[in-house]
């Protein structure tokens, strides 16, 4: 990834147009804020190889939103052009796919996509919704995508697991939060998570706000133990610090 600007891609079919637009809305704030770059394909001026331009905007993406439609996976070129790029991207490069549900599809049957959480279920598709709920779903969006790149904006850090016994917080600490991470990395079992991530973003979502009862150390603590427990995924992430994913039985 080339682009020292933040980057994130949308990708949508032209016949949902309109939630490019809303979603545009909720993004604007972390626009201004970060500096970041938006981009979805209404930008490519007359005269450039379109493809050509995709290609570009893709290999410097570091988040991706996809607005999944019927019209989305009836999409030729984004089934071989677009998904392809993205999900290598997100194996090898860790760019951060977010799926939101426009309507009744096939995405958790569609090779590829399946594997990744959606910001909202099948059962709940933007379309079925009120505008005002349809704004807390964006809103989400906009959350993820700011702590994201938050994190990627780190001073890098050296960090790795050592093999030595970590440092325990109080058993009753340990226990309870040690559950709490557990439910929180199996309900978003699709992502990778630090502690700072975990702290920042988990405790905005609903039924795990006491995460801000801990300190991000407690928090990391137990991520650690639970990695040489064999009970997470632990790799790498973005700026040296370690990222944490639930391993499914």
Not at 40 to 49: F, H, L, N, T
Not at 107 to 128: C, M, R, V, Y
């Amino acid at each position: 990834m080339s682009s020292e600007t933040p980057k994130v891609f949308i990708s949508y079919s032209h016949e949902d147009r309109e939630w490019v637009d809303k979603l545009q809305v909720h993004l604007a704030p972390i626009v201004r804020e970060l500096g970041i770059d938006v981009w979805d394909d209404s930008r490519i001026q007359a005269g450039m190889k379109w493809s050509k331009k995709i290609n570009e905007v893709l290999a410097d993406a570091q988040v991706a939103i996809l607005l999944i439609s019927p019209h989305f996976l009836a999409s030729e070129f984004i089934a071989n052009e677009e998904l392809p790029y993205l999900l290598k991207a997100a194996d090898k490069d860790g760019v951060l796919i977010i799926p939101i549900i426009l309507s009744g599809t096939r995405f958790d049957k569609t090779p590829g996509l399946k594997e990744f959480q959606a910001i909202n279920s099948l059962d709940n598709p933007l379309k079925a919704l009120s505008e005002v709920e349809c704004d807390e779903v964006l809103d989400e969006v906009a959350e993820a995508v700011e702590v994201h790149l938050l994190e990627a904006s780190e001073p890098q850090v050296s960090q790795t697991i050592s093999k030595e016994p970590v440092g325990q917080p109080s058993a009753k600490v340990s226990s309870e939060l040690e559950d709490l991470i557990i439910k929180f990395l199996t309900e978003w079992n699709n992502w990778y998570f630090n502690a700072t991530r975990i702290y920042n973003w988990g405790a905005k979502r609903s039924g795990f706000e006491c995460f801000k009862n801990y300190s991000p150390a407690e928090i990391r603590e137990i991520l650690e133990n639970l990695a040489k427990l064999e009970r997470l995924k632990v790799r790498e992430g973005k700026k040296g610090s370690m990222v944490y994913k639930i391993v499914e039985s």
